[in-house]
């Protein structure tokens, strides 16, 4: 045990004389999912990111109200490395149901801190430990009884803020941005903070070599969770119209757009510019945002894999009959009720078919908070402009976690309405105009709203067949020609998507596929690759359909690699289909255990087709 | 349900209030079973439209799958009409009426699409209290797919496919009494003057207004000992009172009621539903006597028309959600977007 009389600042290098290991290390904090330890971990992800050095944190949380593990990861990478690393280096073990594991899991070097009153199951001595008096602190805290299990949390903050040399003045900034100023709340659990602080001063030794040192890599950004970024962009894109029933891991965009557009979206008198409704179920969710978006309004809602197949005959509804939606689909691990609180990207193929028959819709990917932001408004705009679904196939991890943006961009683009006739248009064209007729040659035709005072605007939509008019047709030649020209339609919309983030690497053979979160773990995973002497190109994939330039990159390339979070890999599929004369080319690099992926697996998957590759 | 008169035209005779003719108001011709109830239903639609001075383009027509939800392509083709999914109905009009308040909102079902697949969704939006007038005509049976029992089939009813029904039908007017919709009534497709008049005040009112109507299906459910049948219904209706409708722009109807006789019902926007009692003692705005009746009758193996229950106290959704004063779909797109200010603000919120 490392536990001295020592007063001092801890020592910056390790008792076996290893260099210092500074900003560059992962920390697991095991708690017992209820107890307040959310409060604990986004105060040490905010002071670090503070510190100006490049942060993430990752809930891996049970589907549970309370009593189940929990844990929180926290990566600190000078590099700005933000992806989820395999293994940590630093355990706060404050859950005894999991210890046993957490300490087997621990890095060989690592240090782990644990409650002093808690008998360790196991010992292992390429370890250093560190027991904190949490019982004790927790009592001299004065704290209610409802408030001890968070105040006890504040114990761990204070012992890695000694350790690790994170700044307490950051700390409290921390607290007092959670707590929003209230500075009661802010007291009480720094004064926990300061004194666990003390105590490490006073009783620990350091003996590892794990430390934060302040950077400048964090100036001008912030943190968010994808989630409220897609409702700030929905906010700011205009939406009107939101539909919803409750669903892991999508329920937050809800909350958070039934915080801002009260906020944002009233006029003088209080009154809205927009309605939420809750609805009965998704069944009924689809609906009332396909009827709003019928009647004009731009509309949608936010799901996850469970409500998406619900919505699946509304879907393919809203995809032939060319009415505006969009559906947010924050996704979770499926089939059937799955891992509701693990990420997966597993609902690629199902969004993109959504529904029977024929049909494809367009799916926004974002990577990053930044681009949830953007995509809020962009699916908005895509669906009016195209007159169909919009999905956006964000994940749990991107939705509920807390990443670093610069500050949202406000849009230099006005609103896409799309192409709506007025009834001074139809005055202008005598009336002459046809519901479903390509007048421009994009595949998208005119549509009236409901309620324009002209005696030619109205027209029957309906999910039977029907001709340019609109009309009930069973005949052969209106069937085929209708859906000839939404898949010209569906054609055009490559030119109009998100395009993929391409970054070239002169002379590679190898080209990488990903989308989505994978993003930061791709990018780490190719200066792994790098390390070893393989060069990599890598395209970001950001929408479907897929775009043309996806089919150069292939071409450029020897070997192809779809990187992905599934166990299909239903984007390699995708993109196998895109460019058939290709597929042999192209290898599926996919998993899904409800983790987000790592760079060191991506890498070791990589190597182990190369490898193949040589013989 | 808000009245749309705008400019009243004194003109000839062959027009109505806002210079409208009967035939703009007629749809498509039909493809309807020739003596299906859904017929009648809508030529009364298209009746009380043109007479009420209705202005269609302001009028959305919505509907489920089936029979009857096929119907608004036969009537008011000047009004914008969506066909949706089976029994998924209330879920568009909520989406279509929260966006555009001065819509006026037809929703036409059937039995199974409200009482079996959307039965659900029904009673939603009862609860929430939609403002439009609900349709249902109701025959009994799936006609589309040619005679199976739905779920207000009568017990023991016999038909070629559907063989015997086993399972008591649902009172789709108790349903709705019982999620709380604020205007219940029920017709038969056989008696178009009570229809007329149920329709007009339907109309006025504010919130979901649910006709419940026996519509024979001529084709898969009009035989004897059918509920549902043509035969039967006029055996067996037992009209509540005779009702007379009086719309607040036009000069009052004089009636020929005897006085003591009637009772006078005054809709949210000033119009009158008079309703001359034929027998009992009926108040419609009781709930729990509307609850008897229907009990009763289930007993009795009669069928009660009229209107069977008012209560114009609830607010609408669109009045829940406190929507500014034009309709959302109105909104120019700078009342969409805040202002770069309130970015920038919560830019520095999050920082």
């Not at chain 1, 993929?500 to 590679?508: E, H, K, L, N, S």
Request: aromatic share 8%.
């Amino acid at each position: 045990m490392a536990t001295t009389d020592a007063k001092v600042q801890p020592t910056t290098g390790a008792a076996d004389g290893r260099s210092p290991i500074v900003n560059d290390f992962s920390i697991t904090v095991a708690t017992i999912n209820g107890a307040g330890s959310q409060t604990a971990n986004n105060t040490l992800l905010r002071a670090i990111h503070k510190m100006g050095v490049p942060v993430s944190g990752k809930n891996i949380f049970p589907s549970n109200i309370q009593g189940l593990p929990t844990w929180f990861t926290i990566r600190v990478s000078k590099q700005g490395y933000l992806a989820r690393s395999e293994q940590a280096e630093i355990l706060v073990a404050m859950n005894r149901a999991s210890i046993q594991e957490d300490i087997q899991k621990l890095a060989a070097g690592g240090i782990c801190l644990y409650p002093v009153d808690e008998p360790l199951p196991i010992s292992r001595d390429d370890l250093t430990w560190y027991p904190m008096p949490v019982n004790e602190l927790v009592k001299q805290s004065g704290a209610e009884t409802k408030l001890k299990p968070y105040v006890a949390n504040m114990v761990y903050v204070g012992t890695l803020a000694y350790l690790l040399r994170i700044d307490l003045t950051e700390i409290e900034a921390a607290l007092s941005y959670h707590f929003g100023g209230k500075q009661k709340a802010v007291s009480l659990n720094f004064a926990t903070v300061k004194a666990a602080y003390d105590w490490a001063a006073e009783h620990c030794v350091k003996q590892d070599p794990f430390r934060v040192e302040r950077m400048n890599k964090t100036e001008g950004t912030f943190l968010i969770d994808g989630n409220s970024a897609a409702a700030l962009g929905a906010v700011f894109g205009g939406v009107q119209f939101v539909a919803w029933y409750p669903i892991t891991p999508s329920t937050s965009i809800i909350d958070n757009l039934s915080e801002f557009l009260p906020r944002l979206r009233r006029d003088a008198d209080g009154n809205a510019t927009y309605a939420i409704v809750q609805a009965e179920d998704e069944l009924a969710v689809i609906g009332m945002v396909v009827g709003a978006g019928w009647a004009g309004a731009r509309s949608m809602t936010a799901t996850s894999g469970p409500g998406l197949s619900l919505m699946s005959e509304f879907a393919g509804y809203a995809y032939f009959t060319e009415i505006p939606a969009v559906i947010w689909d924050v996704q979770r691990m499926g089939p059937s009720t799955g891992l509701p609180t693990r990420v997966a990207q597993d609902d690629i193929l199902a969004a993109y078919t959504l529904g029977h028959g024929d049909g494809r819709h367009i799916c926004l990917i974002p990577a990053s908070v930044t681009e949830c932001y953007a995509f809020g408004g962009a699916a908005l705009d895509l669906a009016e402009r195209l007159q169909t679904l919009v999905i956006v196939l964000s994940d749990l991890d991107l939705g509920l976690n807390l990443w670093p943006t610069k500050p949202f961009e406000f849009p230099d683009q006005p609103l896409d309405r799309g192409k709506v006739l007025s009834a001074e248009d139809l005055d202008r064209l005598q009336g002459a105009w046809k519901r479903y007729a390509d007048v421009d040659g994009d595949g998208i035709c005119y549509r009236t709203l409901p309620g324009t005072n002209h005696p030619a605007a109205a027209y029957f939509t309906r999910g039977t067949g029907h001709n340019q008019t609109a009309d009930y047709s069973e005949r052969p030649e209106d069937w085929s020609a209708n859906l000839l020209r939404l898949a010209k339609k569906h054609d055009y919309a490559r030119r109009i998507v998100p395009g993929p983030v391409i970054d070239p690497a002169a002379g590679a053979e190898v080209g990488l596929i990903s989308y989505g979160t994978n993003d930061l773990a791709v990018q780490e995973a190719r200066d792994l690759l790098n390390a070893t002497g393989l060069s990599t190109a890598y395209l970001r994939l950001r929408a479907l359909p897929l775009e043309h330039c996806l089919a150069e990159f292939i071409t450029q390339h020897r070997r192809l690699y779809v990187v992905e979070n599934n166990l299909d890999g239903q984007m390699h599929a995708l993109v196998q289909l895109h460019t058939p004369a290709d597929a042999d080319r192209i290898v599926s690099i996919a998993k899904c255990d409800g983790l987000p992926l790592t760079a060191s697996w991506i890498c070791d998957s990589i190597l182990v087709q190369e490898a193949k590759e040589q013989i | 349900m808000t009245d749309m008169t705008t400019t009243a035209k004194p003109e000839a005779a062959a027009v109505n209030r806002i210079g409208l003719s009967k035939a703009d108001y007629n749809g498509s011709p039909s493809t309807l079973c020739n003596g299906c109830g859904h017929y009648a239903i809508a030529n009364v639609i298209i009746n009380v439209a043109y007479e009420l001075g209705l202005d269609p383009t302001r009028i959305a027509k919505i509907s489920g799958i089936g029979c009857s939800s096929k119907s608004p392509a036969y009537f008011l083709g000047r009004s914008h009409s969506i066909n949706g999914l089976h029994g998924r109905m209330p879920s568009l009009a909520t989406g279509a009426t929260t966006v555009n308040k001065e819509l006026v909102a037809i929703g036409v079902s059937g039995d199974g699409d409200t009482g079996s697949i959307g039965l659900g969704q029904f009673k939603h939006l009862l609860r929430r209290n939609v403002d439009m007038v609900y349709l249902i005509e109701n025959n009994g049976v799936y006609g589309l797919t040619k005679g199976q029992l739905s779920a207000t089939a009568d017990l023991g009813q016999k038909l070629r496919h559907g063989g015997i029904n086993e399972t008591p039908p649902l009172d789709l007017c108790l349903e709705a009494i019982i999620a709380g919709c604020g205007f219940v009534a029920r017709s038969f497709a056989g008696d178009p003057k009570q229809l007329q008049a149920l329709l007009k005040a339907a109309f006025s009112h504010r919130g979901t207004a649910v006709l419940n109507i026996i519509s024979p299906c001529v084709s898969f459910n009009n035989g004897e000992g059918s509920t549902k049948s043509y035969v039967w219904g006029r055996e067996h209706e037992q009209p509540l009172h005779e009702i007379e409708f009086v719309p607040l722009q036009h000069d009052e109807i004089k009636a020929d009621y005897e006085p003591g006789t009637i009772r006078e019902v005054v809709l949210h926007d000033g119009s009158i539903i008079r309703l001359k009692k034929t027998g009992q003692d009926y108040d419609p705005a009781d709930r729990m006597a509307a609850i008897r009746l229907l009990e009763e009758e289930r007993v009795g193996e009669l069928f009660t028309t009229g209107l069977l229950y008012l209560n114009e106290g609830r607010q609408t959704l669109a009045e829940q959600a406190k929507l500014v004063a034009l309709p959302l779909v109105q909104l120019p797109n700078e009342k969409l977007r805040p202002l770069q200010s309130a970015l920038n603000q919560i830019n520095a919120e999050y920082s």
